[in-house]
């Protein structure tokens, strides 16, 4: 599943090229992937304009005009392309990023009235593309539980060791993937977070000091913000908003580097353990677990 890096990504993307374009036409295939009443879709989706393009998490939102928010969700296989004068794809690097469209992947395809198109493409077809009314968008089950965005100004160290402490007899790992406790970190970005702090991944809440907890914050929003910058990770399965790998990975300091030297004891190799049911990677030099 997508990190927040990659998801800022494509949403940046599309704000770039769809806002302003008038929806003319849509259709799908399947209903898990769009399961929206025709009558709702012809009256609140064909006609409407794009007026911005938003991200909650790792789930973007498509606002149209003022009423309505179309919600998706890529999920694993995800895709988004533009087709028009200017092509970009974003997402999972198949060859429906630069092949013709739609095809057997597609799932949803959105007609523009300037004759401009963007499919919603997904292989396994766990994604989906979702029309809510804007003013409950924020009451979604999901926006509810999810944790706050650790990039957003207001969050704070303090908001970070505040939601750890939901979690304190788990390992910071566990809870760094919660998505109540914060939202869009996943492993990559997780492993590099506690990599940053020295922290071993299966140290307990408990047992984590409130000035590692501020290393932590401090590392997860650089990290981030740098992935961001980068287009996100090539590694997993994202192609950022031109079309091409993100070169995040090529930055990493732990994760994926297995048998490689750390970058603070190149003498010292990277190992890959398993915390919280995930392939995790550690310097066991840098980050002792405290038990």
Known sequence: MPELPEVETVRRGLHRLIIGRTISKVTHDTGKSFPNSEADVLQFVVGANVTDVRRRAKVLLVDLGTEYTL????????????????RFGAGHPTDSLVGELPDRSTRVTIDFQDGTHLYFNDQRKFGWVKLYPTV???????????????LEDHFT?????????????????????DQTVLAGVGNIYADEGLWGACIH???????????????????????????????????????????????????????????????????????????????????????????
């Open 157 to 177: 160290a303090q908001t970070l060791y505040d939601r750890l402490q939901r979690r304190k007899n788990t390992t910071i790992k566990a809870a760094i993937l």
């Open 71 to 86: 919600v998706i969700h890529l999920k694993m296989t995800g895709q988004l392309v533009f087709v028009g004068a200017e």
């Open 136 to 150: 409950e968008v924020p009451n979604i089950n999901f926006m509810q539980k999810v944790g706050p965005e650790p």
């Open 201 to 291: 991944p299966a140290t307990r809440v408990k047992d984590v000091s409130r000035d590692q907890v501020n290393d932590l914050w401090r590392e997860i929003r650089e990290v981030m913000t740098l992935a961001i910058e980068k287009g996100g990770s090539s590694n997993h399965t994202y192609i950022n908003a031109e079309g091409k790998k993100g070169s995040y990975m090529d930055f990493a300091r732990a994760f994926r580097r297995e048998g490689l030297g750390c970058p603070r004891h190149p003498e010292t190799m990277i190992e890959k353990i398993k915390v919280a049911g995930r392939g995790t990677h550690i310097c066991p030099i840098c980050q002792v677990q405290i038990r």
